[in-house]
């Protein structure tokens, strides 16, 4: 059964940065783009950023280039979401998913998420 | 990147048929055959629908269907039942190995 499990959520200050993580099992984690995904409160799904099955391409949204990195470590099946100059309108459940490969853009399998909380 | 963009609400009562519009740009939708949709249940993770406009994954009723025309996506329920109230995302690709969605739209089964 596929799994995906985030976590390294948490409550951080204007300015920090936090590091999630995303464990993955059930399938050949390096044969496969992954996704991070967030959701604000109350509001719709945006993606954040994509990163193919090597790590050597990766692509981000404009709202987080230059401030977040993806990156994963295949021989520990896990996906990271490296956040830095953390802004208030980062707050959101963070979603990591696995591409629905070889078709572009759609994503088959998602965590639950972890939730980050950008307040002073 | 800009949001595709989706009406706020659609409802319907059971039995009835309901589609949901998508709309996007020739960057986007209209560009690409990769446009996917999402049911997001409260407080849960979102479940993919529909691939590459019109395929269903393995276990997806099949009471769900999509469709493309230009620049503008569509998502088909009939038979609406109690438990396809949730909200509803699409999805595009968007060049450049990046990812667009729609804002959303909220289901009311009446």
């Known amino acids: 059964e596929v799994q995906l499990v985030e976590s390294g959520g948490g409550l951080v200050q204007p300015g920090g940065s936090l590091r999630l993580s995303c464990a993955a099992s059930?399938?050949?984690?390096?044969?496969?783009?992954m996704h991070w995904v967030r959701q604000a409160p109350g509001k719709g799904l945006v993606w954040v950023s994509r990163?193919?099955?090597?790590?050597?391409?990766?692509n981000y949204a404009d709202s987080v280039k230059g401030r977040f990195t993806i990156s994963r470590d295949n021989a520990k099946n896990t996906l990271y979401l490296q956040m830095n100059s953390l802004r208030v309108e980062d707050t959101a459940v963070y979603y990591c998913a696995r591409d629905l490969t070889p078709t572009l853009g759609a994503t088959d399998y998602w965590g639950q998420g972890t939730l980050v909380t950008v307040s002073s | 990147q800009s949001a595709l963009t989706q009406p706020a609400s659609v409802s319907g009562s059971p039995r009835q048929s309901i589609t949901i519009s998508c709309t996007g740009t020739s960057s986007d939708v209209g560009s690409y055959n990769f446009v996917s949709w999402y049911q997001q249940h409260p407080v849960k993770a979102p479940k993919l629908l529909i691939y590459?406009?019109?395929k269903r994954p393995s276990g997806v009723s099949n009471r769900f269907s999509g469709s493309k025309s230009g620049n503008t996506a569509s998502l088909t329920i009939s038979g609406l039942q109690a438990e396809d109230e949730a909200d509803y995302y699409c999805c595009s690709y968007a060049g450049t190995n990046t990812v667009v969605f729609g804002g959303g739209t909220k289901l009311a089964v009446l």
């Open positions: 590459d406009v019109s």
């Open positions: 990163i193919d099955s090597d790590g050597s391409y990766t």
């Open positions: 059930g399938f050949t984690f390096s044969r496969y783009w």
